[in-house]
């Protein structure tokens, strides 16, 4: 749902041939015109009247599945789980150690460095403010961001380039708090969730599926995707109140640790499931013919 550097829903009430007409697929109107007929194939056929469940991590990926008319009712809300055990083990190796810089005089985007994921709009927040941030990632707008930061003399970015999960582990827990300025669908981005976890409060878009993990003034503060003043006003509030930092890190960690652990994972899915199974009788049916 994102086509030529914005959202787009052009293709809402099974208007598939969008897709073909502004070339979102890698901005081939021949790959668009496959998918666009894919789509077409897809719903005429009656393929996913065919699905027993639809798992949707986040309310917000439901209800666009929903709004866009999808009648099967056997859709439901889950998580994502994480394996928790790889950051508390992370933790409990380096908390004595050197890497762990109590200043936390930085703060943090770890991600693919695209247009839609709004860095740009996190470097013009950041401009003139002297706050120190850290660019973890590759992709196609690398170049071009790091031109406009060369252009504009801001010596308060600096661009890390691909680092490995060690390395972005690392760099989160001796944040102060990360940003995912996000201007598309995210759904639930397992960035902010080991963010979370290292209980280190979120500076999100509100979009997507952002707002379901960062939770206004709770996990961390929301911002009007696209606005580098309303990003700038929520990035110094958190700068300039570490207390508030902490509370929030200590509410994050808790409220993620709740929705993605193992145990309430699966607790969802055996419900799921078993309403699912066919019938014991049924199933042994298949089993003997199979």
């Given at each position: 749902m994102?086509?030529?550097n914005?959202?787009?829903?052009?293709c809402?009430?099974g208007?598939?041939?969008?897709?073909?007409?502004?070339?979102?697929?890698?901005?081939?109107?021949?790959?668009?015109?496959?998918?666009?007929?894919?789509?077409?194939?897809?719903?005429?056929?009656?393929i996913?009247?065919?699905?027993d469940?639809?798992?949707?991590?986040?309310?917000?990926?439901?209800?666009?599945?929903?709004?866009?008319?999808?009648?099967?009712?056997?859709?439901?809300?889950t998580?994502?789980?994480?394996?928790i055990?790889?950051?508390?083990?992370f933790?409990?190796?380096?908390?004595?150690d050197?890497i762990?810089?109590?200043?936390?005089?930085?703060i943090?985007y770890?991600?693919?460095i695209?247009?839609n994921?709004?860095?740009?709009?996190?470097?013009?927040?950041?401009?003139?403010?002297?706050?120190?941030?850290?660019?973890?990632?590759?992709?196609?707008?690398?170049e071009?961001l790091?031109?406009?930061?060369?252009?504009k003399?801001?010596?308060?970015?600096?661009?890390?380039g691909?680092?490995?999960?060690?390395?972005?582990?690392e760099?989160?827990?001796?944040?102060?708090?990360?940003?995912?300025?996000?201007?598309w669908?995210?759904?639930?981005?397992y960035?902010?969730?080991e963010?979370?976890?290292?209980?280190?409060?979120?500076v999100g878009?509100?979009?997507?599926g952002?707002p379901e993990l960062?939770?206004?003034?709770?996990t961390?503060?929301?911002?009007?995707?696209?606005?580098a003043?309303?990003?700038r006003?929520?990035?110094w509030?958190?700068w300039?109140?570490?207390?508030?930092?902490?509370?929030?890190?200590?509410n994050?960690?808790?409220?993620?640790?709740?929705?993605?652990?193992?145990?309430?994972h699966?607790?969802?899915l055996e419900?799921?499931?078993?309403?699912?199974?066919?019938?014991?009788?049924?199933l042994?049916?298949v089993?003997?013919?199979?």
């Amino acid at each position: 749902m994102f086509s030529n550097n914005k959202v787009c829903e052009k293709c809402f009430g099974g208007n598939f041939y969008q897709c073909a007409i502004n070339k979102c697929k890698k901005q081939s109107f021949l790959a668009s015109a496959m998918a666009s007929i894919d789509a077409y194939f897809y719903n005429w056929n009656g393929i996913y009247k065919k699905v027993d469940a639809f798992l949707c991590p986040s309310e917000f990926l439901l209800n666009k599945f929903k709004a866009f008319g999808f009648k099967n009712p056997n859709f439901y809300l889950t998580n994502l789980c994480y394996d928790i055990s790889l950051i508390d083990t992370f933790i409990e190796k380096h908390q004595n150690d050197s890497i762990v810089r109590k200043e936390n005089n930085y703060i943090l985007y770890v991600g693919r460095i695209e247009r839609n994921k709004g860095i740009h709009t996190l470097i013009d927040a950041v401009e003139g403010t002297g706050i120190r941030l850290k660019i973890a990632g590759t992709g196609s707008a690398m170049e071009e961001l790091k031109a406009t930061v060369a252009e504009k003399k801001l010596t308060n970015i600096e661009f890390l380039g691909f680092q490995q999960k060690e390395a972005v582990f690392e760099l989160t827990m001796n944040s102060l708090f990360v940003v995912c300025p996000s201007e598309w669908y995210e759904n639930y981005p397992y960035s902010v969730i080991e963010t979370l976890l290292f209980s280190k409060p979120v500076v999100g878009s509100n979009i997507g599926g952002i707002p379901e993990l960062v939770i206004d003034g709770k996990t961390g503060f929301l911002h009007e995707p696209g606005n580098a003043t309303d990003l700038r006003e929520k990035i110094w509030q958190l700068w300039n109140d570490h207390k508030l930092v902490e509370q929030m890190g200590h509410n994050a960690r808790e409220w993620a640790f709740s929705k993605v652990n193992f145990e309430r994972h699966w607790e969802i899915l055996e419900n799921i499931i078993k309403r699912v199974s066919p019938p014991k009788k049924k199933l042994q049916k298949v089993m003997h013919e199979v």
